[in-house]
């Protein structure tokens, strides 16, 4: 379970992953999705 307890004025920007690493601070790391062709459905 998770509880917010600030709000500390970060702006997310899309294509990242915001996260808290072990040191405690926020972090952000780039997404993987959407990279490369498209694939076809099966048929």
């Known amino acids: 379970m998770s509880e917010k307890i ?12 915001y996260f808290v690493d072990k040191r405690g601070d926020v972090s952000r790391a780039k997404m993987a999705r ?5 694939r076809k459905g099966r048929r």
């Open 34 to 38: 959407g990279k490369g062709k498209k």
């Open 6 to 17: 600030c709000k500390c004025g970060i702006k997310k920007e899309p294509g990242y992953l």
